[in-house]
């Protein structure tokens, strides 16, 4: 049996929603803003972390590039400084050679008249006397030796020895020939003659010795004459042309060129604003140098010092030479003699004369003990010194600089619920870094031999130098012991360290106007409280 199909019924619209289950409390409303204001909160603080993070990174980059253009300032002045101090014992060694004779166009002293007498006696006494002597006496050295020293100098004093040599030597002969002459006496004669002529041939050794130093020496005349040109053009020309470069171009530039250092952080981290203390103005950063004073004794002063090791080590080939070649006519001992006196002569004539007085370190000690002792470097102030800063005070302000950084405020999520901003002026950051020399250094060292163990210098010998010796007491032929090389370590560098409550307000208190300054004026902002010391 068929069954007729049947249609569902209508069901009323009003019935539609009448079988779903579940709805939005109003406590889930509250959840989900909850949970809304706590990402607002996170992406916020995410923000200004951030932003606090980049600003404290721009403040680091500030003091830092400008702390690297003062240490490269300061390797400058030490690498100048080193290179008059080359070039003035290369003019002092050339001068040694013909003294100031040469230098001056006169001629030199003659020769003592007792002298000049004993040598041209004994020349021709023994050439009287000497007819039928083996060896005859050398003409050619008397010819040689005789005529006047063209220069002066060390060459000067080894042909003057070289006239008294040989004048022994013709007196020796004179009476090699009168012992000779007794070969007629019966038993003894033979014997005499023997030792006669013995006396005789030993004196023309000394005379063809004396004759080939007098041609090496007249080779070192022309030599000394040749490089006569090449002296002035360093004593007169390179070494004021050197000190000058320094003086208006390296020493004022270096802190110029710090300051657009630290600006040039502005742009790679997204800066709004950045700062450098000190300065501003420019004149307020300045490298920790000033111009040798004119009281320090020459024996002492930064010329000398940057001289005198390459005096004894560049002289000591010549002082060999002469041990060597140049026996007779001692030209080691008067070359080292000369050398030892020109350089007090014309390092004076150079600081005195031509105004090269070089750059030391600023603030020297006031108790005139020399390096190592300079009040910056003592933690506080040293027991005896009166006024001004000292111990670490003055260091920080000689080498340290500071660094700042702003950003404006960021946008906040939500700004009408987080309206509130603990500072609208935006964020600042600081940073501190220091100029500083990584050589060792040793208080107190030093003494009248050596020059002191001294880093914070400007020049930064790497290894023991000597100080000048001093003039060589008459008669004194003790040799002067072997010169160590003499090393250059250029070692100025920069790192940033902590600074202190009291050098972060001084920034504070003479920033430019400008957002920087807006921030650390105002009345949300205190530099001296705990929460401002981030480094």
């Given at each position: 049996m068929r069954e007729s199909a049947t249609l569902p019924t209508a069901v009323p619209a009003r019935d539609l929603h009448a079988e779903e289950e579940g709805m939005l409390s109003l406590a889930s409303l509250f959840v989900v803003l909850g949970f809304l204001v706590l990402i607002g909160l996170l992406a916020n603080a995410g923000t200004v972390t951030s932003r606090k993070l980049e600003t404290q990174n721009a403040a680091d980059a500030v003091a830092y590039s400008a702390s690297v253009e003062m240490a490269r300032g300061m390797n400058s002045i030490t690498a100048i400084n080193h290179l008059i101090g080359e070039l003035t014992a290369l003019v002092v060694l050339i001068h040694t050679l013909g003294g100031d004779e040469l230098d001056q166009g006169k001629s030199p002293p003659s020769t003592p008249a007792l002298l000049k007498t004993w040598l041209t006696t004994a020349y021709y006494a023994a050439k009287a006397i000497d007819f039928d002597a083996t060896p005859q006496v050398d003409d050619g050295a008397y010819d040689e030796a005789s005529p006047e020293s063209d220069v002066g100098g060390a060459i000067y004093d080894a042909r003057k020895r070289l006239k008294m040599v040989l004048a022994w030597a013709y007196q020796a002969h004179f009476f090699g020939d009168v012992i000779a002459k007794g070969q007629y006496i019966p038993i003894v004669g033979a014997?005499?003659?023997?030792?006669?002529?013995?006396?005789?041939?030993?004196?023309?050794?000394?005379?063809?010795?004396?004759?080939?130093?007098?041609?090496?020496?007249?080779?070192?005349?022309?030599?000394?004459?040749?490089?006569?040109?090449?002296?002035?053009?360093?004593?007169?020309?390179?070494?004021?042309?050197?000190?000058?470069?320094?003086?208006?171009?390296?020493?004022?530039?270096?802190?110029?060129?710090?300051?657009?250092?630290?600006?040039?952080?502005?742009?790679?981290?997204?800066?709004?604003?950045?700062?450098?203390?000190?300065?501003?103005p420019v004149l307020n950063l300045n490298l920790p140098v000033q111009q040798e004073p004119d009281q320090v004794a020459v024996e002492r002063s930064q010329l000398m010092r940057a001289s005198t090791p390459w005096i004894q080590w560049w002289r000591q080939p010549w002082i060999d030479f002469g041990k060597d070649v140049l026996i007779l006519s001692r030209f080691a001992q008067y070359f080292e003699n000369r050398s030892t006196q020109y350089s007090l002569s014309i390092i004076k004539h150079l600081k005195q004369?031509?105004?090269?007085?070089?750059?030391?370190?600023?603030?020297?000690?006031?108790?005139?003990?020399?390096?190592?002792?300079?009040?910056?470097?003592?933690?506080?102030?040293?027991?005896?010194?009166?006024?001004?800063?000292?111990?670490?005070?003055?260091?920080?302000?000689?080498?340290?600089?500071?660094?700042?950084?702003?950003?404006?405020?960021?946008?906040?999520?939500?700004?009408?619920?987080?309206?509130?901003?603990?500072?609208?002026?935006?964020?600042?950051?600081?940073?501190?870094?220091?100029?500083?020399?990584?050589?060792?250094?040793?208080?107190?060292?030093?003494?009248?031999?050596?020059?002191?163990?001294?880093?914070?210098?400007?020049?930064?010998?790497?290894?023991?130098?000597?100080?000048?010796?001093?003039?060589?007491?008459?008669?004194?032929?003790?040799?002067?012991?072997?010169?160590?090389?003499?090393?250059?370590?250029?070692?100025?560098?920069?790192?940033?360290?902590?600074?202190?409550?009291?050098?972060?307000?001084?920034?504070?208190?003479?920033?430019?106007?400008?957002?920087?300054?807006?921030?650390?004026?105002?009345?949300?902002?205190?530099?001296?409280?705990?929460?401002?010391?981030?480094?």
């Open positions: 014997i005499l003659e023997g030792l006669g002529d013995s006396i005789c041939a030993a004196a023309w050794v000394f005379e063809k010795k004396v004759w080939q130093e007098c041609k090496i020496l007249d080779a070192l005349v022309t030599l000394a004459k040749q490089l006569q040109r090449v002296k002035v053009v360093m004593r007169d020309v390179l070494v004021p042309g050197l000190y000058y470069y320094e003086k208006f171009l390296i020493v004022p530039a270096a802190p110029l060129q710090a300051v657009n250092a630290a600006n040039e952080m502005k742009t790679p981290n997204l800066a709004d604003d950045v700062s450098l203390y000190p300065g501003w004369d031509k105004g090269i007085k070089l750059y030391v370190m600023s603030n020297p000690d006031p108790q005139g003990r020399g390096k190592t002792f300079e009040p910056w470097t003592f933690a506080d102030q040293p027991s005896g010194d009166k006024g001004g800063y000292k111990g670490s005070k003055l260091a920080d302000r000689m080498f340290c600089v500071v660094g700042l950084a702003h950003r404006r405020a960021p946008d906040a999520f939500g700004r009408n619920i987080f309206r509130y901003q603990e500072n609208p002026d935006g964020m600042v950051c600081f940073a501190q870094a220091m100029l500083y020399n990584a050589n060792p250094q040793k208080r107190g060292s030093g003494d009248k031999n050596w020059q002191p163990t001294v880093g914070w210098d400007t020049l930064n010998w790497n290894g023991p130098v000597p100080e000048y010796p001093g003039p060589v007491p008459a008669g004194d032929n003790t040799p002067t012991p072997t010169t160590p090389q003499p090393l250059i370590r250029l070692n100025w560098q920069s790192k940033l360290v902590p600074t202190t409550s009291e050098r972060l307000t001084e920034a504070a208190l003479l920033q430019p106007p400008g957002a920087i300054r807006n921030v650390l004026g105002s009345g949300r902002t205190n530099v001296l409280s705990e929460l401002a010391r981030t480094h």
